[in-house]
C-alpha cells in the first residue's frame, strides 16, 4: 500500500494538473484524485467481480452489491429510488426462483479530494513549484466540495435527507462501532452535514458532534415476497473512498470495512456511475461491436465510409471502359497432338544445340521405321 501511496502522489508531481473527475473507476477518469480505482481494487482483492455501469437496467439488478457515487449533490431521482428499493426487496435468484439478499452503498457527493491531495503533496513539491502548488490549494479550497456545482436538498426514500452542503470541517473525534481502531487525529475526514440518514438506520460511526458519518438500514421481511436481510449503507461522503484519499492509513481501515460490508467473497460488486438521475431501462445497451451497414450509423465513422464507397463506385466505373465486359475464356484440349509437337520442339530448341536436336530427330524416326 506504500507502492500504492507513491503511485497516487507521483501523478500529480509529473503534470501541471491532475485528473478530478468525480466517481469513476475507469476510463480518463481512473485517474482521477475523486476517482473509486483503488476501492474497486480492494473490493477485487477480497474475492469479487467488480464492473461499472452506468443505467438501471436488467445487467445492474444482477448484481449482489451496488456502489453508488451520484455525480451531483442532489437528491436521488424518485424513479431511482423506486427502482432499488424494488431491487433491494424483490430480487429472486434466477435458477432456483429464491430471494436474494442485496446491498447498495451510497456515498454522498458533498467531498472532492481535490483539497487534500495539494494539502498532501505540498511537503513534496519541487522547489521550483511551491508557489504554484500553494496556489493550486488555494483555488481548491475557494472551489469547495462542489467546485462549479451545486447542492440540492430533499428526502431521498426512507433512507436519508439531504441538504446543502454546509461549512466543511475535519473530524477530529470518531464514535461508533467502526471507529475501533481508527485514530481520527492521523485521519483527514470532512462532514459538511449534507446527509442526515432516517431515524429508522443504524448509526455505525459518526463524528464527536454525534453525525452520522456511516449508517445502515437492514430490510426487514413485510410480505412472503420481499427480501428479509438486504440493507442499505448511507455514507457522508467519499472523504476516506476517493483515490487519493485511500493514500491515508486510518482511511483505508475504513474502506476496509466498507468492503467487508459486502459479505463473503465472488460478489458481483457494480459501480454505477451517474448522476442523481440514472437513465431507468428495460434493456440493456448492445455491447457487441457494430457490423456491416450499422457503421454507416455511427458518426464520423459512417460519414467516413460513406465518402469511401463513393469513392470506389467512382474508381469501377472509371476502370470498366478498359476492362470491358468479362468473358469466358475457352480451356485449353488435352488431346491436341499438335500441342506435344510443340512443346517437344521447345525443349530442343532449348539446348541451342542444332546437331543435337537433328540427331535427337534422325534417331526417332529411324527406330520408329525398323
Given at each position: 500500500?506504500?507502492?500504492?501511496?507513491?503511485?497516487?502522489?507521483?501523478?500529480?508531481?509529473?503534470?501541471?494538473?491532475?485528473?478530478?473527475?468525480?466517481?469513476?473507476?475507469?476510463?480518463?477518469?481512473?485517474?482521477?484524485?475523486?476517482?473509486?480505482?483503488?476501492?474497486?481494487?480492494?473490493?477485487?482483492?477480497?474475492?469479487?467481480?467488480?464492473?461499472?455501469?452506468?443505467?438501471?437496467?436488467?445487467?445492474?439488478?444482477?448484481?449482489?452489491?451496488?456502489?453508488?457515487?451520484?455525480?451531483?449533490?442532489?437528491?436521488?431521482?424518485?424513479?431511482?429510488?423506486?427502482?432499488?428499493?424494488?431491487?433491494?426487496?424483490?430480487?429472486?435468484?434466477?435458477?432456483?426462483?429464491?430471494?436474494?439478499?442485496?446491498?447498495?452503498?451510497?456515498?454522498?457527493?458533498?467531498?472532492?479530494?481535490?483539497?487534500?491531495?495539494?494539502?498532501?503533496?505540498?511537503?513534496?513539491?519541487?522547489?521550483?513549484?511551491?508557489?504554484?502548488?500553494?496556489?493550486?490549494?488555494?483555488?481548491?479550497?475557494?472551489?469547495?466540495?462542489?467546485?462549479?456545482?451545486?447542492?440540492?436538498?430533499?428526502?431521498?426514500?426512507?433512507?436519508?435527507?439531504?441538504?446543502?452542503?454546509?461549512?466543511?470541517?475535519?473530524?477530529?473525534?470518531?464514535?461508533?462501532?467502526?471507529?475501533?481502531?481508527?485514530?481520527a487525529s492521523k485521519a483527514a475526514i470532512e462532514q459538511?452535514?449534507?446527509?442526515?440518514?432516517?431515524?429508522?438506520?443504524?448509526?455505525?460511526?459518526?463524528?464527536?458532534?454525534?453525525?452520522?458519518?456511516?449508517?445502515?438500514?437492514?430490510?426487514?421481511?413485510?410480505?412472503?415476497?420481499?427480501?428479509?436481510?438486504?440493507?442499505?449503507?448511507?455514507?457522508?461522503?467519499?472523504?476516506?473512498?476517493?483515490?487519493?484519499?485511500?493514500?491515508?492509513?486510518?482511511?483505508?481501515?475504513?474502506?476496509?470495512?466498507?468492503?467487508?460490508?459486502?459479505?463473503?467473497?465472488?460478489?458481483?460488486?457494480?459501480?454505477?456511475?451517474?448522476?442523481?438521475?440514472?437513465?431507468?431501462?428495460?434493456?440493456?445497451?448492445?455491447?457487441?461491436?457494430?457490423?456491416?451497414?450499422?457503421?454507416?450509423?455511427?458518426?464520423?465513422?459512417?460519414?467516413?465510409?460513406?465518402?469511401?464507397?463513393?469513392?470506389?463506385?467512382?474508381?469501377?466505373?472509371?476502370?470498366?471502359?478498359?476492362?470491358?465486359?468479362?468473358?469466358?475464356?475457352?480451356?485449353?484440349?488435352?488431346?491436341?497432338?499438335?500441342?506435344?509437337?510443340?512443346?517437344?520442339?521447345?525443349?530442343?530448341?532449348?539446348?541451342?544445340?542444332?546437331?543435337?536436336?537433328?540427331?535427337?530427330?534422325?534417331?526417332?524416326?529411324?527406330?520408329?521405321?525398323?
Open positions: 500500500m506504500l507502492l500504492l501511496a507513491a503511485v497516487l502522489l507521483s501523478v500529480g508531481c509529473r503534470e501541471k494538473g491532475i485528473r478530478t473527475e468525480y466517481g469513476t473507476r475507469t476510463g480518463y477518469g481512473a485517474r482521477s484524485v475523486n476517482g473509486t480505482t483503488v476501492l474497486g481494487q480492494m473490493f477485487e482483492d477480497a474475492g469479487h467481480r467488480v464492473r461499472s455501469w452506468r443505467l438501471m437496467s436488467p445487467s445492474l439488478a444482477k448484481a449482489d452489491v451496488i456502489v453508488y457515487f451520484p455525480s451531483e449533490s442532489q437528491p436521488l431521482s424518485t424513479d431511482a429510488v423506486a427502482w432499488l428499493d424494488d431491487w433491494l426487496r424483490y430480487s429472486y435468484d434466477d435458477d432456483t426462483y429464491e430471494l436474494q439478499e442485496k446491498t447498495l452503498i451510497v456515498v454522498g457527493r458533498a467531498y472532492s479530494a481535490e483539497e487534500f491531495y495539494w494539502r498532501e503533496t505540498q511537503p513534496r513539491a519541487p522547489a521550483g513549484l511551491k508557489t504554484e502548488y500553494a496556489a493550486k490549494l488555494r483555488k481548491a479550497q475557494l472551489d469547495g466540495p462542489l467546485g462549479s456545482g451545486t447542492g440540492g436538498k430533499g428526502t431521498v426514500g426512507d433512507w436519508y435527507d439531504l441538504t446543502a452542503p454546509g461549512t466543511t470541517s475535519k473530524v477530529t473525534t470518531l464514535t461508533g462501532p467502526w471507529s475501533i481502531g481508527v485514530d459538511s452535514g449534507t446527509v442526515f440518514p432516517n431515524k429508522s438506520l443504524d448509526v455505525l460511526l459518526a463524528d464527536g458532534a454525534g453525525h452520522p458519518l456511516v449508517s445502515e438500514l437492514i430490510y426487514s421481511e413485510d410480505d412472503e415476497w420481499s427480501s428479509d436481510g438486504s440493507s442499505v449503507l448511507v455514507i457522508e461522503n467519499g472523504s476516506f473512498l476517493l483515490n487519493a484519499s485511500v493514500v491515508n492509513h486510518e482511511h483505508r481501515k475504513l474502506a476496509g470495512r466498507v468492503v467487508d460490508y459486502a459479505g463473503a467473497p465472488e460478489k458481483d460488486v457494480v459501480f454505477l456511475e451517474s448522476d442523481a438521475s440514472p437513465t431507468i431501462s428495460d434493456t440493456d445497451p448492445n455491447q457487441n461491436p457494430p457490423t456491416g451497414f450499422e457503421l454507416f450509423r455511427i458518426w464520423p465513422i459512417g460519414a467516413v465510409l460513406a465518402q469511401a464507397a463513393a469513392l470506389g463506385i467512382v474508381f469501377a466505373l472509371a476502370q470498366f471502359p478498359i476492362f470491358g465486359v468479362p468473358r469466358r475464356l475457352e480451356r485449353p484440349a488435352l488431346t491436341d497432338f499438335s500441342k506435344h509437337v510443340t512443346a517437344l520442339s521447345r525443349l530442343l530448341s532449348a539446348t541451342r544445340d542444332r546437331a543435337f536436336a537433328s540427331g535427337l530427330v534422325r534417331k526417332y524416326f529411324t527406330e520408329r521405321r525398323q
